[in-house]
């Protein structure tokens, strides 16, 4: 029973667009959630969300935490073909043991030019 | 800049062989991760480390072990390869609770 769900699972673009990814997630007593990007190689954080309602940004990508709803997204402004990854959502429960965060299946964004 | 380690980007082993990943840490972190990879499954947690010689079982830890000797070093071991762990392995450190999880840029091991 997966505890962190993103869509889509799929994404193509074209330069320019502006996309946005979902990251749902059904945790008990809730810590932290986390964006990373994966390109062929490790997966580099972009953001961590505690709170409700305060915007995370970088550059074109920013994030946004929704408690109540118990969803966030990320999105991506005006795409370039550098984007093109795979976008995993984690979440952190206080319960949970050590740190050890769930992880989505990740969305696969392809940005062409 | 945390530094995270696997001592191979590829490798490619025959079933039944016993194969050690390894994962080096620079930044005096508590927690070591070990993930397995697959297309359309995400990240699996296979095995967590919290200390030295101390490690707890992820939700994966069927045919594999580990081993935590120094608390730089995480050592993900399986006993005797099959054709089902082939997949990409990262491996991921951070300092405890709250904390932001940073990773090696992952082995991808081949059985044949």
């Known amino acids: 029973e997966d505890k962190v769900v993103q869509s889509p699972l799929s994404l193509v673009v074209h330069e320019g667009d502006t996309v946005t990814l979902n990251c749902s997630y059904e945790v008990t007593n809730f810590r932290s959630l986390l964006w990373y990007k994966q390109e062929k190689k490790a997966p580099t954080f972009l953001f961590m969300l505690t709170s409700s309602g305060i915007e995370k940004k970088s550059g074109r990508l920013s994030s946004i935490l929704d408690k109540k709803e118990l969803f966030s997204i990320l999105n991506i402004t005006a795409t370039q073909t550098g984007d093109s990854a795979i976008y995993l959502c984690?979440?952190?429960?206080?319960?949970?043991?050590?740190?050890?965060?769930?992880f989505g299946r990740g969305t696969q964004l392809t940005v062409w030019p | 800049d945390v530094k995270v380690t696997q001592s191979s980007r590829y490798l490619v082993k025959r079933t039944g062989e016993k194969v050690f990943l390894e994962c080096v840490q620079d930044m005096d972190h508590e927690n070591m991760f070990w993930y397995r990879q697959d297309p359309g499954l995400g990240l699996r947690l296979i095995y967590f480390?919290?200390?030295?010689?101390?490690?707890e079982k992820g939700d994966i830890p069927e045919g594999y072990s580990v081993s935590r000797e120094k608390k730089e070093r995480f050592s993900l071991i399986l006993e005797s390869a099959s054709t089902n762990q082939t997949s990409m392995y990262l491996c991921?450190?951070?300092?405890?609770?709250?904390?932001?999880?940073?990773f090696g840029a992952g082995t991808r091991l081949s059985v044949l």
């Open positions: 991921a450190s951070s300092l405890g609770r709250g904390n932001i999880q940073y």
């Open positions: 480390s919290y200390d030295v010689k101390m490690k």
């Open positions: 984690a979440v952190e429960s206080r319960g949970s043991t050590l740190g050890r965060l769930y």
